[in-house]
Nanobody
């Protein structure tokens, strides 16, 4: 399994950005995909997850971020709107088989992409 994240960059507060995760060696039918982020000096935190037809979001991004997938391209996306400086972080895509109650735990994901940096300027 390989995950390749891309699409990060510099954006002004209030702007939008979409990060992508290209997956190989994984079937979306049998695995859960998620986005995490890690800001400098902070722990990795859950952002969003996609499992079958269900989506999950952390409270801090709910209403602003949208996770989606393109099964034909084997890709998962995170559309980020109304970005804030506190959204600045390295964003990682992850794949694994956590149960619903552990979706937010990074330790429950076996596969990780290399991360893509998102910087939101004020």
């Amino acid at each position: 399994v390989q995950l390749q994240a891309s699409g990060g960059g510099l954006v002004q507060a209030g702007g939008s950005l979409r990060v992508s995760c290209a997956a190989s060696g994984v079937s979306f039918r049998s695995i859960r995909m998620a986005w995490f982020r890690q800001a400098p000096g902070k722990e990795r935190e859950f952002v969003s997850a996609l499992s079958g037809g269900s989506t999950y979001y952390s409270d801090v991004v709910k209403g602003r971020f949208t996770i989606s997938r393109d099964s034909a391209k084997n890709a998962v996306y995170l559309q980020m709107n109304s970005l804030k400086p506190e959204d600045t972080a390295v964003y990682y895509c992850a794949a694994g088989s956590p149960i619903t109650s552990t979706l937010m735990m990074p330790t429950q994901y076996r596969y990780w992409g290399q991360g893509t940096l998102v910087t939101v300027s004020s």
